[in-house]
């Protein structure tokens, strides 16, 4: 008997047709757990962490005024997060985010005090903070300069330029409340802080640039084998000054949301993310070898930081036991993605 070509698998007329095996992976929600791994691990760890925090004190965590408190400052981190998990898999780092948030923040103090429009002092502030960004990735790349070095040398030379021009003064600006540019960036809808729904617009978009887009391939072609990316094609250096610009350009986001949040620049702008930001990103699951890396791993991580500090003062104990917190935290949230990555280098 001819085989019916109509049938599933060339089954002949009067037998079932015989179905496709396929392999247990290959369901698509093992599929997925195991694509998006880190990032799941990350959030089982937040989620186990505001459980212990909740049984602690459940009357300070079942209000609102708990999580829109970090929901305020929340963004400021994740502009920067984001761009860092990009130069973590690039295979390089960025310690100099603090003071190019500070640099680009005081120029948007300085057009909005003097009366322009602070939607100028926005696109200044980014204006400022790419340039900022390529200049560091430059010494990086082109000046064959460790990134440790260069960018811890260049968030020293930085902040020490604003305190030596600003004396350590900063700067109140009180007519920012009245702007239109805080209403759009800054305000509240139903009791939510509008700043959250920009960042998560910027972690969906970066996260589309990292997985979807020819940027994100080549950024962890480069980060996996450099000598490889450039027999490929990939112009390595100009991927490699690109995340750094990346970089500047959140940081200048962040720094300006800072100052609208506050309405004052102080000269110490940004000097208090550095080790928070850094925490996010690997505990959110980017490892420290590149090639590899979670954007929404990174803005879990960012959320579970936040809520420690404030987690562990709401649950009744003292401000000595955030450090200790966050420590516990880092190491095991590092300790579930070393079980759970397949490659190590």
Not at 66 to 90: G, H, I, W
Not at 240 to 247: E, G, I, N, P
Not at 320 to 339: A, D, E, R, T
Request: charged share 10%.
């Amino acid at each position: 008997m001819e085989p019916d070509l109509q049938s599933p698998l060339g089954g002949t007329h009067g037998e079932p047709a015989r179905t496709e095996w396929k392999h247990p992976s290959d369901h698509w929600l093992r599929g997925f757990v195991i694509d998006n791994r880190a990032s799941l691990g990350t959030l089982g760890v937040f989620i186990v962490m505001m459980a212990v925090f909740m049984i602690a004190n459940p009357t300070v965590f079942t209000t609102w005024y708990l999580y829109s408190s970090v929901l305020t400052t929340l963004p400021v981190a994740l502009f920067v997060v984001v761009p860092l998990v990009f130069v973590v898999t690039c295979g390089e780092i960025d310690l100099s985010f603090p003071a190019t948030m500070g640099f680009a923040s005081w120029v948007f103090a300085l057009v909005v005090q003097a009366g322009y429009d602070p939607f100028l002092g926005i696109a200044a502030a980014i204006v400022t903070g790419t340039l900022l960004g390529f200049l560091v990735g430059s010494l990086v790349v082109y000046g064959g300069l460790s990134s440790l070095i260069a960018t811890l040398g260049m968030n020293f030379l930085l902040r020490g330029l604003i305190q030596i021009i600003n004396e350590g003064k900063s700067m109140a600006l009180t007519g920012l409340a009245d702007s239109r540019a805080y209403t759009i960036f800054s305000s509240q809808v139903w009791g939510i802080p509008v700043q959250i729904f920009w960042a998560i617009g910027f972690v969906v978009l970066s996260a589309m640039l990292y997985n979807r887009h020819r940027f994100g391939a080549q950024v962890r072609v480069v980060g996996d084998n450099p000598d490889s990316a450039q027999q490929m094609g990939i112009d390595v250096k100009r991927v490699r000054v690109k995340v750094f610009v990346f970089v500047g350009i959140g940081a200048a986001i962040a720094g300006t949301f800072s100052v609208m949040i506050n309405f004052t620049w102080w000269p110490t702008a940004g000097d208090g993310y550095l080790l928070p930001v850094l925490a996010s990103v690997f505990v959110g699951g980017t490892p420290t070898w590149g090639g590899i890396g979670t954007v929404v791993g990174g803005a879990i991580g960012a959320v579970t930081v936040s809520f420690i500090q404030t987690g562990v003062v709401a649950a009744g104990l003292s401000g000595f036991y955030v450090q200790f917190f966050n420590g516990l935290i880092i190491i095991l949230s590092l300790l579930g993605h070393k079980w759970n990555q397949a490659r190590y280098r």
